[in-house]
């Protein structure tokens, strides 16, 4: 795989996880290392497999993706559980100002 760009590398990385025929798939910033052409192609292969009822759980820093996909958004500080909610309130209406704070920096 050396020879692979980081966004195939993380693509046949998810192909060998699903030939395990997994529940659950867990994503820590899978795109956090990959140029822009590469994160649109990782987060094409990872809606396809929302599409599936594949249960994920992603730590990422890809709002729109987190947004269009989640069934639930939940922001962690220092290890603690601020917020957990739909996607839509969680970002048009976050009850707590730390989630307020992070999603003015972020977006």
């Keep these: 795989p050396s020879g692979l760009s980081g966004g195939q590398q993380q693509r046949v990385a998810i192909a060998r996880a699903l030939a395990m025929d997994p529940k659950i798939m867990l994503f820590d910033e899978p795109t956090s290392a990959l140029d822009p052409e590469m994160i649109k192609e990782v987060l094409e292969v990872m809606i396809d497999l929302a599409k599936r009822d594949i249960t994920m759980i992603v730590v990422t820093h890809e709002m729109g993706f987190a947004k269009e ?4 958004c939940i922001l962690f500080d220092e290890g ?4 957990e909610e739909t996607p839509e309130v969680f ?3 976050p009850k707590h100002e730390r989630t307020k704070k992070f999603l003015q920096q972020i977006l």
């Design 69 to 72: 996909v989640a069934d639930r």
């Design 80 to 83: 603690e559980l601020v917020e």
């Design 91 to 93: 970002f048009t209406n």
